[in-house]
């Protein structure tokens, strides 16, 4: 099972709720990373979560918080967010091997975040 | 730092003849991984092939092989017999070491338009 599933597949909020972006895996890898995508620009790495310890944080403001609650689990919660943070969000799983680092990353389908 | 250089932002091939997408690459660390990835208009992230910086051989995967040369920091994505479901963007990416950290970079992308 290569699949990594997020929710919602799409959100409309407006800049002052709060949601958050869930994401899930299960194949037992212990690099999950958040990325954001503007339409026909690569991803921008967010954050990176490495044994479900916050390992990169990309200086993303404060109105974007991850939280890993377990292996499996990735969560992103939006607070107060600007128009401008409308975008496509990824999130992606992959292995860590010690001495090689991280490897192929597994993506999810992403949620298409609308910020009104 | 490292660097992931894609210099053609759209290529168009005839459906069943064969393609090739360019991507150069610069890092400092001997030790490092190049990947492709698919995107389609949905927006998932598909990973497509791998290739090790110790890597002796070229990696193929199906339709997709990788044409590895080292010296030239080059890792051209061929993809034979398109067919129009490879119409997408694809990135390719690199994983090396930055800061302490194995953090992955891509490049800005090649549009594919496979044509019937």
């Known amino acids: 099972d290569t699949e990594v599933t997020q929710t919602p597949k799409h959100l409309v909020m407006g800049m002052t709720n709060k949601k958050s972006l869930k994401c899930e895996q299960h194949?037992?890898?212990?690099?999950m990373y958040w990325y954001k995508q503007k339409a026909k620009k690569p991803p921008e790495l967010m954050f990176v979560?490495?044994?479900?310890?916050?390992?990169i944080n990309e200086s993303v403001p404060s109105r974007f918080s991850p939280e890993c609650p377990n292996s499996s689990l990735l969560n992103l919660h939006l607070h107060a967010l600007q128009p401008e943070d409308s975008a496509l969000y990824l999130c992606?799983?992959?292995?860590?091997?010690?001495?090689?680092?991280?490897?192929?990353?597994?993506f999810g389908p992403g949620t298409r975040l609308t910020v009104t | 730092a490292q660097k992931i250089t894609q210099t053609q932002p759209g290529m168009f091939v005839q459906e069943k003849e064969a393609v090739t997408l360019d991507c150069t690459y610069d890092?400092?660390?001997?030790?490092?991984?190049l990947f492709w990835y698919k995107q389609p208009s949905s927006g998932e992230m598909i990973f497509l092939i791998y290739?090790?910086?110790?890597?002796?051989q070229n990696a193929t995967e199906g339709r997709y092989s990788l044409n590895f040369q080292k010296a030239r920091k080059s890792a051209n994505l061929v993809i034979s017999a398109s067919q129009l479901g490879d119409s997408a963007m694809y990135f390719c990416?690199?994983?090396?070491?930055?800061?302490?950290?194995?953090?992955?970079?891509f490049g800005r992308g090649t549009s594919l338009i496979v044509h019937p």
């Open positions: 194949m037992g890898h212990r690099a």
């Open positions: 990416a690199m994983r090396g070491l930055s800061g302490g950290s194995y953090i992955p970079t």
């Open positions: 992606a799983s992959s292995q860590v091997r010690p001495g090689q680092g991280a490897h192929e990353q597994y």
């Open positions: 979560y490495s044994y479900e310890k916050l390992s």
């Open positions: 890092t400092s660390d001997p030790s490092y991984g």
């Open positions: 290739q090790g910086s110790y890597d002796q």
